[in-house]
């Protein structure tokens, strides 16, 4: 388990422990992130990693098991800038409309800034 995947256990599990304890049901309140692309150049051929916070995704598949964690209503904004090296993650536009449609179907807001 990944240290994201232990936290968003320990919130998951703090929010059922405060659930349970009282009477009415509560809603886990939504998140506010920011996605960013970092670049890697260490092996000669440049390695994109997705992160959020502390927390970072080799993949878009990854980032997106982590969004399956985030609450509805939640957001996440990402500006990632206009300069390009080429086979960045979401660059084509199928990629970016399927990454959208998944956020929608999750209720998780996004908030897309394309000049960064």
Same mark, same amino acid.
């Given at each position: 388990?990944?240290?994201?995947?232990? $936290?968003?256990?320990?919130?998951?599990?703090?929010?059922?422990?405060?659930?349970?304890?009282?009477?009415?049901?509560?809603?886990?309140?939504?998140?506010?992130? /920011?996605?960013?692309?970092?670049?890697?150049?260490?092996?000669?051929?440049? +390695?994109?990693?997705?992160?959020?916070?502390?927390? *970072? $995704?080799?993949?878009? +598949?990854?980032?997106?098991?982590?969004?399956?964690?985030?609450?509805? *209503?939640?957001?996440?904004?990402?500006?990632? *800038?206009?300069?390009?090296?080429?086979? +960045?993650?979401?660059?084509?536009? +199928?990629?970016?409309?399927?990454?959208?449609?998944?956020? /929608?179907?999750?209720?998780?807001? $996004?908030?897309?800034?394309?000049? *960064?």
């Amino acid at each position: 388990m990944t240290p994201c995947q232990k $936290f968003s256990a320990l919130v998951l599990s703090l929010t059922l422990v405060a659930t349970s304890s009282s009477p009415q049901t509560s809603i886990p309140e939504p998140v506010r992130r /920011e996605l960013q692309l970092v670049y890697v150049f260490d092996a000669g051929k440049p +390695e994109f990693i997705l992160v959020i916070g502390q927390c *970072g $995704f080799r993949s878009v +598949e990854t980032l997106k098991e982590h969004l399956k964690t985030w609450p509805p *209503g939640s957001e996440l904004k990402w500006a990632p *800038g206009c300069e390009r090296l080429g086979g +960045e993650p979401l660059s084509s536009d +199928e990629d970016m409309t399927a990454f959208k449609a998944f956020l /929608e179907e999750r209720q998780i807001k $996004f908030v897309f800034i394309p000049s *960064g």
